[in-house]
């Protein structure tokens, strides 16, 4: 019998049909899985080698490992991705700091000042920095941190408060009433200290920053960075921090009692006068 010309019989099969991977870009923090491997982690960086482009991804456990970014390599929720590069960000620096005070631009670190900003642990001085380190680095500014308010009184004699040499010190949990109330009262003209009402740092970061609806209420006599995390799932309280550092990127991400209060210090601690 002649044939009738009907072409391919397989095109169109589904074992012919090859559908291109869709590309995307791979963002910082962007979680995918390597489709070879089953490593799972987030964008953290890239190199470029003689074997071409790699992406850098970051696990749960911070372990990082190097995958080439061939097509449709990565699975993002579940589907074949093709990773590119990110298009290069402007270059424009923005106009204002993190903070929302008018950025300056191209100017070096201040000489550090005499005065000091205090803070009690190192999450505080880590948020501080996170969205007042370019003001603080403009006016000279250095902000240490205590290891607990118990170390105070002890600070405050070494380092001898003076006219020029001030402390401004910020004080987490700072209510009527608490120990962190008695511990600050009566230090002196050259001695300021401001606070916010909550229990730690972490919980003055606005729950919206973080993606969650409210902060847990923790049970006295349970460790409240354990009783949050545990709470939301979090992890341990180092997984937990890293989801709250990296939630900041400016003043609006922070409630405003906390704002105030560093506000307040900086304006102390600078004040020629």
Known sequence: MASQGYGDIFAGHARRRRTAAPTVA??????????ATGFCGAVVGFERTYDGEFVRLEDGRGRTRLFAMRE????????????????PRATAAPRRSASGSTRVENVRASVALPSRIWVEGVHDAAIVERVWGHDLRVEGVV?????????????????GPGPKRKVGVLVDHLVSGTKEEQLTRSLGPFVE????????????????AVGIAAWPVVPRGIDWKTGVCDELGWGTPRDG??????SVSSFRDLEAP??????????????PS
């Open 72 to 87: 449709a390599a990565f699975l993002v929720d579940g589907s074949p991705v093709t990773l590119t590069r990110p298009a």
């Open 26 to 35: 791979a963002e910082r923090d962007l979680v995918v899985e390597d489709a």
């Open 193 to 208: 200290v401001t606070g916010h009402p909550y229990i730690d740092v972490w919980q003055a970061v606005k729950p919206s």
């Open 143 to 159: 902000v240490e941190y205590l290891e607990g308010l118990d170390n105070l009184a002890d600070r405050l004699q070494e380092f």
């Open 258 to 271: 906390l704002i105030g209060a560093v506000e307040r210090l900086i304006d102390f601690v600078t004040d």
């Open 241 to 246: 921090w890293r989801r709250v550092y990296e």
